[in-house]
Nanobody
Framework: VQLQASGGGTVQAGGSLRLSCAAS????????MGWYRQAPGKQRDLVAA???????NYADSAKGRFTVSRDNAKNTVYLQMNSLKPEDTAVYYC??????????????????WGQGTQVTVSS
């Protein structure tokens, strides 16, 4: 299973970006999906997460500006980012809890990461 993130770029403060992350492969089931970000010299932190049923969780910095959503049929998670600020500049990583289906049964969920996409917000 691979997670492929896209949608990053450079935008001026106050602008918007939409990130997408699609899981590809065969024989798997996805539970929670989410987005993390890592700025230079800082740790990787949660931005937003969403369960398979659609319950969401946001970092305080994202509340009111970012919206996480998913399409279970497409195994894809999205992050709509509005009112972007320079402090949102970071590499954004998608994350998913994936259970592989092999030999007639599901294995326990494991954590998968996408490759990261750069978001740069200029002032």
């Amino acid at each position: 299973v691979q997670l492929q993130a896209s949608g990053g770029g450079t935008v001026q403060a106050g602008g918007s970006l939409r990130l997408s992350c699609a899981a590809s492969g065969s024989g798997f089931n996805i539970n929670n999906m989410g987005w993390y970000r890592q700025a230079p010299g800082k740790q990787r932190d949660l931005v937003a997460a969403i369960t398979r049923g659609g319950s969401t969780n946001y970092a305080d910095s994202a509340k009111g500006r970012f919206t996480v959503s998913r399409d279970n049929a497409k195994n894809t998670v999205y992050l709509q980012m509005n009112s972007l600020k320079p402090e949102d500049t970071a590499v954004y990583y998608c994350n998913a809890d994936v259970a592989l289906y092999r030999g007639g049964h599901y294995y326990p969920f494991s954590n998968y990461w996408g490759q990261g996409t750069q978001v740069t917000v200029s002032s």
